[in-house]
């Protein structure tokens, strides 16, 4: 049977940005407002800096934010925002507490008087608060099994060193010790609109939601300036970190090297020079070792961006018996890139994904209100979506491969590989020196 060639590539089409607003608010909350008419429905995203706070008692507090208020119990505060086909839920990350929600849009009043109710009245009740605790408790155990994330905890230890970053799971024993009162002083503390932004998205006048968030929020006060965390520390390669996990069955391979914020003049080539290696299915490393020889299911690398530093982070799971294979190859495929320039229909086949990944992401209102987010929370726009697509359209192979031989070297990954150190010891130790640890009981 002939094998029907593939169409070419069509034009790259022009990113379309749509109708945004601004305000920011006495009390420094800015507020974004895009209109999305597609369905009659409002995204909201709240991102509040959270950087630095205590981690049990951040994570306790997105768990019950949501619990209830001084004028409603959690059940109340539910049924209300059932009345205008809504939700809010809320969650943290090292940066940020992120508030998000949606309605219908006739409801955007109601779910932003919903919102200032929360922010400025929620109560952490003591039994809600004793209930979340040990979820939080029960998911931290589960989450300790688990070799993916042993893996992600050693590696950002290995990154991050002393920086904020380096431990972002919060220890059982630390959970178990959170009270409600606690909760209360952070929250007096940190969930202030001092830098928070407000992004709404959706069937709105723009002009229009920003009146609302203001009669809503303006009342919502500061207390002071928004914590700043230090930028992250340079990588340093060191030795493979071989975290021993007797017996098992498979090993897990992470690897992070050097990376730049999207507001460097690299980061459009890094991005194609990553997507190239292995960030997406036709990269040149998920042929390898998962096309190819087989040794994984689903490897993927991409470039995590923080607000204190950004990295590009390679994971895979791996069998054991391969363990050793599997790592020569990816820094085989490092390597090759960094040292030989990708091909142009590689280097256009890649641009192609990326472009259209970017047009995907603002397809729908919540893709729309979770990318301007993002952005908003490291000081950028929209209109910086604009830019970076015609950064990406111009990029070269030379420029791809200068990216590569700078951030892509194999000497610069830190190294982390968690699994049977009986077995797999002896083959990592032919490819770089080792130092041990065994992962948690």
Do not use: C
């Given at each position: 049977?002939?094998?029907?060639?593939?169409?070419?590539?069509?034009?790259?089409?022009?990113?379309?940005?749509?109708?945004?607003?601004?305000?920011?608010?006495?009390?420094?909350?800015?507020?974004?407002a895009?209109r999305?008419?597609?369905?009659?429905?409002?995204?909201?995203?709240?991102?509040?800096?959270f950087?630095?706070?205590h981690?049990?008692?951040?994570?306790?507090l997105?768990?019950?934010?949501?619990?209830?208020?001084?004028?409603?119990t959690?059940v109340?505060?539910?049924?209300?925002l059932?009345?205008?086909?809504?939700?809010?839920?809320?969650?943290?990350d090292?940066d940020?507490?992120?508030?998000?929600?949606?309605?219908?849009?006739t409801?955007?009043?109601?779910?932003l008087?919903?919102?200032?109710?929360?922010?400025?009245?929620?109560?952490?009740?003591?039994?809600?608060?004793?209930?979340e605790?040990?979820r939080?408790?029960?998911?931290?155990?589960v989450?300790?099994?688990?070799?993916?994330?042993?893996a992600?905890?050693?590696?950002?230890?290995?990154?991050?060193?002393k920086?904020?970053?380096?431990?972002?799971?919060?220890?059982?024993?630390?959970?178990?010790?959170?009270?409600?009162?606690?909760?209360?002083t952070?929250?007096?503390?940190?969930?202030?609109?001092?830098?928070?932004?407000?992004v709404?998205?959706?069937?709105?006048?723009?002009?229009?939601?920003?009146?609302?968030?203001?009669?809503?929020?303006?009342?919502?006060?500061?207390?002071?300036?928004?914590?700043?965390?230090?930028?992250?520390?340079?990588?340093?390669?060191?030795?493979?970190?071989?975290?021993?996990?007797?017996?098992?069955?498979?090993?897990?391979?992470?690897?992070?090297?050097?990376?730049?914020?999207?507001?460097?003049?690299?980061?459009?080539a890094?991005?194609?020079?990553?997507?190239?290696f292995g960030?997406?299915?036709?990269?040149?490393?998920?042929?390898?070792?998962?096309?190819?020889?087989?040794y994984?299911?689903?490897?993927?690398?991409?470039?995590?961006?923080?607000?204190?530093?950004?990295?590009?982070?390679?994971?895979?799971?791996?069998?054991?018996?391969?363990?050793?294979?599997?790592?020569l190859?990816?820094?085989?495929?490092?390597?090759?890139?960094?040292s030989?320039?990708?091909?142009?229909?590689?280097?256009?086949?890649?641009?192609?994904?990326?472009?259209?990944?970017?047009?995907?992401?603002?397809?729908?209102?919540?893709?729309?209100a979770?990318?301007?987010?993002?952005?908003?929370?490291s000081?950028?726009?929209l209109?910086?979506?604009?830019?970076?697509a015609?950064?990406?359209?111009?990029?070269?192979?030379?420029?791809?491969?200068?990216?590569?031989?700078?951030?892509?070297?194999?000497?610069?990954?830190?190294?982390?590989?968690?699994?049977d150190?009986?077995?797999?010891?002896?083959?990592?130790?032919?490819?770089?020196?080792?130092?041990?640890?065994?992962?948690?009981?």
């Amino acid at each position: 049977m002939s094998v029907r060639p593939l169409p070419p590539l069509g034009p790259n089409r022009k990113l379309k940005l749509p109708k945004q607003v601004e305000r920011t608010l006495p009390n420094g909350l800015t507020v974004i407002a895009i209109r999305r008419p597609a369905v009659p429905l409002v995204e909201l995203r709240l991102w509040v800096p959270f950087g630095g706070a205590h981690l049990a008692r951040s994570a306790m507090l997105s768990q019950t934010l949501l619990a209830g208020t001084a004028e409603r119990t959690n059940v109340r505060l539910a049924a209300e925002l059932q009345t205008v086909g809504g939700g809010l839920f809320a969650g943290i990350d090292p940066d940020r507490l992120m508030v998000s929600g949606n309605a219908l849009a006739t409801g955007l009043d109601r779910i932003l008087e919903l919102l200032a109710e929360v922010l400025t009245g929620a109560a952490y009740p003591t039994d809600e608060v004793g209930t979340e605790r040990e979820r939080l408790v029960d998911r931290i155990q589960v989450a300790g099994s688990q070799p993916a994330h042993l893996a992600r905890v050693a590696l950002l230890k290995r990154m991050y060193g002393k920086h904020p970053y380096a431990v972002q799971t919060p220890d059982a024993s630390q959970v178990r010790a959170v009270r409600p009162a606690q909760l209360r002083t952070l929250h007096a503390e940190r969930v202030q609109p001092t830098g928070a932004v407000l992004v709404l998205v959706g069937d709105v006048q723009p002009d229009r939601a920003l009146d609302a968030a203001e009669r809503a929020l303006g009342d919502w006060k500061a207390v002071g300036a928004a914590p700043e965390l230090p930028p992250t520390p340079p990588l340093s390669a060191g030795p493979l970190l071989l975290v021993d996990r007797p017996d098992s069955v498979q090993s897990s391979m992470r690897l992070a090297l050097p990376a730049v914020p999207r507001t460097h003049p690299d980061h459009a080539a890094l991005q194609l020079a990553n997507m190239i290696f292995g960030g997406y299915f036709s990269s040149r490393w998920v042929e390898n070792i998962r096309e190819d020889k087989g040794y994984t299911y689903g490897p993927h690398s991409l470039v995590e961006h923080s607000v204190a530093g950004s990295a590009l982070v390679v994971a895979a799971e791996v069998a054991t018996e391969v363990t050793g294979p599997a790592l020569l190859e990816t820094l085989y495929e490092l390597g090759r890139l960094a040292s030989l320039p990708p091909g142009a229909d590689e280097l256009e086949q890649a641009r192609q994904y990326a472009l259209g990944t970017l047009q995907l992401g603002m397809s729908t209102q919540a893709g729309l209100a979770a990318l301007a987010s993002a952005y908003a929370g490291s000081g950028l726009r929209l209109d910086f979506l604009a830019e970076h697509a015609d950064r990406l359209a111009r990029v070269t192979v030379d420029d791809v491969a200068a990216a590569a031989t700078s951030y892509l070297a194999p000497a610069r990954a830190v190294t982390v590989v968690l699994g049977d150190a009986e077995r797999i010891a002896g083959p990592l130790s032919a490819l770089a020196s080792i130092e041990r640890e065994s992962a948690p009981s």
